[in-house]
């Protein structure tokens, strides 16, 4: 004799396995809000070392727009690539979503005048961030300094 399940009795037996598909995709979310963002960084950056400073600027933005974190860090210094890295509310780790607004022409700006060209450009962007902290979801602006030795 067939005996056909209700409803409920059905739901009842997927019940654990539901719950158990949910559990997982709250951790992926909590661990990876943006799995684009673990995918590119398997692959290998950009070379960018021979881009002007405005170009780098743009690379940068263009790349954390499209979670490409390893050309993103190719952008930085070594110096303050490892601040970013440390930090837990960094570009790097908590952006959902970027949209570039502008990218202002280099201005001169001389720090340490020997052995160095450096110049600062402003850049202005909406962002949007998965968890809160320092960075608020919304327009930004930012003075970013760029140096390159020359000798």
């Given amino acids: 004799m067939i005996r056909h399940k209700k409803i409920p009795e059905v739901i009842m037996e997927l ?12 951790l992926i979310y ?10 590119y960084s398997l692959k290998p950056a950009k070379d960018v070392s021979k881009l002007g400073p405005q170009e780098l600027v743009k690379t940068y933005y263009k790349s954390l727009e499209k979670g490409d974190i390893s050309t993103a860090k190719a952008c930085l210094s070594n110096e303050y690539r490892a601040e ?13 979503g970027l949209e570039i607004i502008r990218i ?3 201005a001169n ?15 202005e962007y909406s962002a949007s961030y998965w968890r809160m902290g320092p960075e ?3 327009k930004e602006i930012r003075f970013i300094y ?3 030795k020359t000798q």
């Fill in 15 to 26: 019940f654990p396995l539901a719950t158990i598909l949910l559990a997982i995709a709250l």
């Fill in 30 to 39: 909590t661990i990876m809000p943006a799995p684009i963002k673990f995918l």
């Fill in 84 to 96: 970013v890295e440390r930090a837990d509310y960094s570009d790097l780790k908590n952006l959902t």
């Fill in 104 to 106: 202002s022409k280099p």
């Fill in 109 to 123: 700006i001389p720090l340490y005048k020997k052995n160095y060209r450096e110049v600062q450009i402003v850049a």
């Fill in 136 to 138: 608020v979801s919304g």
């Fill in 146 to 148: 760029v140096g390159k």
